[in-house]
């Protein structure tokens, strides 16, 4: 097949992916980072017990970890973006290589405490996207009946996210007869499940944290970057002719734009 058989395609932008495009620079050798976000601010919070068991199993593998605690943190909106727990989380968010979620279930599904936490998140800010090409694992906790409404729930917002979420989940029922009085999670199927997803999330993130840029990078985004720069051009050689062919227009423009009427 040649490009005539693809009229609709820019071939100065396509990009064929191969094998040595997706080879691991030689320097790729420091601790995978781990971000680890839970969604209760309750005392005897189950889901920051099951951050916190994740997080050892992750740092016996070799991870560098980090926990975000959820307290203090605003409502979404209430204040500005520069407030410190708002910028706190947004820099782990961009530190961290893959992330664990952990959200109780709340009326089926995550809790407002930990979708605050994900709203907070830009998609992007400026040219860098805090959480586009980072693997995800995500977990919930039930006081029921085991249910996977929350994985599936967080597994959309890691989509649309732009994560790399990975197959494996847990989902643990009855999560007050899994940890015993000093907060450590009891021997179990449950548990095991969880040793399993964070054995798949390091994985997971050392094949991806290194090759996430080319990864993520997009035939519809380069398209739009390429016809985005001839237009700069094509403004740049109008603006240098403006002050010959109408030099009074310039001033008008910018008393407009003061004004907040244009």
């Given at each position: 097949?040649?490009?005539?058989?693809?009229?609709?395609?820019?071939?100065?932008?396509?990009?064929?992916?191969?094998?040595?495009?997706?080879?691991?620079?030689?320097?790729?050798?420091?601790?995978?980072?781990?971000?680890?976000?839970?969604?209760?601010?309750?005392?005897?919070?189950?889901?920051?017990?099951?951050?916190?068991?994740?997080?050892r199993i992750l740092r016996q593998f070799g991870a560098e970890t980090r926990v975000f605690d959820p307290h203090e943190l605003p409502i979404l909106d209430s204040v500005p973006a520069n407030h410190p727990?708002?910028?706190?989380?947004?820099?782990?968010?961009?530190?961290?290589?893959?992330q664990v979620w952990v959200s109780p279930e709340r009326h089926g599904s995550v809790t407002g405490v930990f979708k605050n936490q994900i709203d907070w998140l830009p998609l992007e800010d400026g040219s860098v996207r805090p959480t586009q090409g980072r693997t995800l694992a995500v977990m919930q906790v039930s006081g029921g009946s085991q249910s996977f409404n929350v994985v599936n729930a967080l597994r959309v917002l890691g989509?649309?996210?732009?994560m790399v979420t990975i197959p494996n989940q847990s989902s643990v029922a009855k999560a007050?007869?899994?940890?015993?009085?000093?907060?450590?999670?009891?021997?179990?199927?449950?548990?095991?499940r969880v040793v399993d997803v964070?054995?798949?999330?390091?994985?997971?993130?050392?094949?991806?944290?290194?090759?996430?840029?080319?990864?993520?990078?997009?035939?519809?985004?380069?398209?739009?970057?390429?016809?985005?720069?001839?237009?700069?051009v094509a403004a740049g050689v109008v603006e240098v002719a403006k002050p010959q062919l109408a030099p009074?227009?310039?001033?008008?423009?910018?008393?407009?734009?003061?004004?907040?009427t244009c």
């Open positions: 097949m040649t490009m005539q058989d693809l009229p609709h395609i820019a071939a100065d932008v396509l990009d064929t992916p191969t094998l040595a495009k997706l080879a691991l620079p030689a320097d790729s050798s420091h601790p995978p980072r781990i971000l680890l976000l839970y969604g209760s601010l309750r005392p005897q919070s189950f889901s920051r017990k099951l951050a916190l068991e994740a997080e727990k708002v910028q706190e989380l947004r820099a782990l968010s961009l530190w961290s290589e893959g989509r649309w996210m732009r007050w007869q899994e940890f015993d009085d000093t907060g450590r999670m009891k021997p179990s199927p449950f548990y095991d964070m054995e798949e999330l390091f994985k997971f993130t050392l094949m991806v944290r290194d090759r996430s840029d080319y990864l993520t990078d997009r035939y519809s985004e380069r398209k739009g970057a390429a016809k985005a720069r001839a237009l700069s009074a227009i310039q001033p008008a423009k910018a008393s407009c734009c003061a004004s907040g």
